[in-house]
């Protein structure tokens, strides 16, 4: 949970909540009418809910980290990203890290720890994406992605992943932001 200050803005209070599209776990809209604490309301605004999404940072022995390459329909462009996938319902979300980077890639194995949660749009979206390191990964076995992803492995130096953020070859923001986290955190 985040901090409270104790001059937090007050929570909006929901008037009137209905659901116009259910599709989960992609599409789900919600429809809000909130009151304000100033007693203003805001009538028209649409939430879409997810569920959680989690990532990993995975760094091999060598300091080679474990990118993935997939078309995203989108921007209808290629790039890089890091392993990521969504929360199966009742799955514990470091399990489900640990799940999407083997599937993914074929790697796992080292040590794991909780690198940061993030949120994509907190003013229109409901979920959490958690991400996580794993150093000293190695190859377990083939990979094995769902049907609808065709993915190809890359293993990239360490030392060159600020170049790929920087070029525009990895623009998903959930994954640069964990990427540069990490090498803040090596650079410290």
Do not use: C
């Not at 329909?73 to 969504?86: K, Q, S, T």
Request: proline share 9%; glycine share 6%.
């Amino acid at each position: 949970m985040p901090r409270r200050f104790p001059d937090d803005p007050a929570a909006w209070q929901a008037v009137e909540t209905t659901y116009l599209f259910r599709k989960p776990p992609w599409l789900v809209l919600r429809h809000e009418h909130f009151r304000l604490p100033t007693g203003r309301e805001i009538p028209d605004y649409w939430i879409s809910e997810y569920p959680p999404w989690v990532n990993v940072v995975a760094v091999t022995e060598a300091d080679q980290v474990v990118l993935i390459r997939q078309y995203r329909p989108g921007l209808g462009e290629v790039h890089f990203e890091i392993p990521a996938g969504v929360v199966d319902p009742g799955e514990d979300i470091e399990v489900a890290a640990r799940r999407e980077l083997a599937e993914e890639t074929g790697y796992g194995g080292g040590s794991w720890s909780r690198l940061t949660r993030l949120s994509a749009n907190p003013a229109l979206q409901n979920n959490i994406t958690t991400s996580y390191l794993a150093e000293g990964v190695v190859p377990v076995g083939r990979s094995h992605p769902e049907v609808t992803e065709d993915l190809r492995v890359h293993l990239v130096p360490l030392a060159a992943i600020r170049g790929l953020i920087d070029s525009g070859d990895m623009i998903q923001a959930l994954h640069a932001a964990p990427l540069l986290l990490y090498l803040l955190r090596r650079r410290a």
